[in-house]
């Protein structure tokens, strides 16, 4: 079990660039997930993938964000012109879906620095 | 609108003693409840978890019990160990897991 990889680890941007977030879960998980983690609170949930469909997205999601799971394997999350209000910690969690109720697993996340 | 509370932001207790975590959500329609460490540089790591068809679950030093009709829930570990020093995130989900919704966290000090 090589668990919850993303990449890279940090990310420093300056603010209005773009950037792009990789994780890639657990081989045998189908339910992959991204949430937001600033200092203080408890990570928020963005969105969701069953296999490649994109089946929910939060309102914290803008135009801004984007995410894609292509063949249901790995996940890129992408920050077009980014803002300082965007500087966080990105992680990614992977579920088996075939059993309800089954926990995350959590990558060590990407933090991103825009300055 | 914070559906999932931790009030305590931080908890201080003696190596061997019990530390008891607590958290309280507003959302009736959660039926399961996780709680996940946390340690600096990592990700969250699931600890126990139960069902809102039960009240209480053990793991090891690890208990959750969960009061549905105050909707609160609390994490016993006992006995407390400095390795057990970590941020505790309290988590509850409906519909299957599809979205689990995370409290603010409660950092933890066991004191040797």
């Known amino acids: 079990d090589t668990g919850v990889s993303q990449n890279p680890r940090h990310k420093i941007t300056k603010r209005g660039q773009n950037v792009t977030f990789r994780c890639d879960p657990i081989?045998?998980?189908?339910?992959l997930y991204w949430y937001r983690q600033t200092l203080g609170q408890g990570p928020e949930f963005l969105t969701y993938?069953?296999?490649?469909?994109?089946?929910?997205k939060s309102r914290l999601l803008s135009d801004r964000f984007s995410a894609e799971r292509p063949k249901g394997s790995f996940s890129t999350l992408e920050i077009q012109r980014t803002e300082q209000g965007d500087s966080a910690m990105y992680l990614c969690?992977?579920?088996?879906?075939?059993?309800?109720?089954?926990?995350?697993?959590f990558g060590n996340g990407t933090r991103l620095t825009v300055t | 609108d914070q559906q999932v509370k931790q009030n305590s932001p931080s908890l201080s207790v003696q190596e061997g003693r019990i530390s008891i975590l607590n958290c309280d959500y507003t959302?009736?329609?959660?039926?399961?409840f996780l709680w996940y460490k946390k340690y600096p540089a990592e990700g969250p790591t699931f600890l126990i978890s139960?069902?809102?068809?039960?009240d209480k679950n053990e793991d090891g030093r690890f208990t959750v019990f969960l009061n549905k009709s105050a909707k609160h829930l609390s994490l016993h570990i006992v006995p407390s160990q400095p390795g057990d020093s970590a941020v505790y995130f309290c988590?509850?989900?409906?519909?299957?897991?599809?979205?689990?919704?995370f409290g603010a966290g409660t950092r933890l000090f066991v004191k040797a």
């Open positions: 081989s045998e998980h189908n339910r």
């Open positions: 139960i069902s809102s068809i039960k």
């Open positions: 969690a992977s579920s088996v879906g075939q059993t309800l109720n089954s926990p995350l697993h």
């Open positions: 993938f069953q296999n490649e469909a994109q089946l929910e």
């Open positions: 959302n009736s329609m959660f039926d399961y």
């Open positions: 988590a509850a989900s409906d519909d299957g897991g599809f979205k689990t919704i």
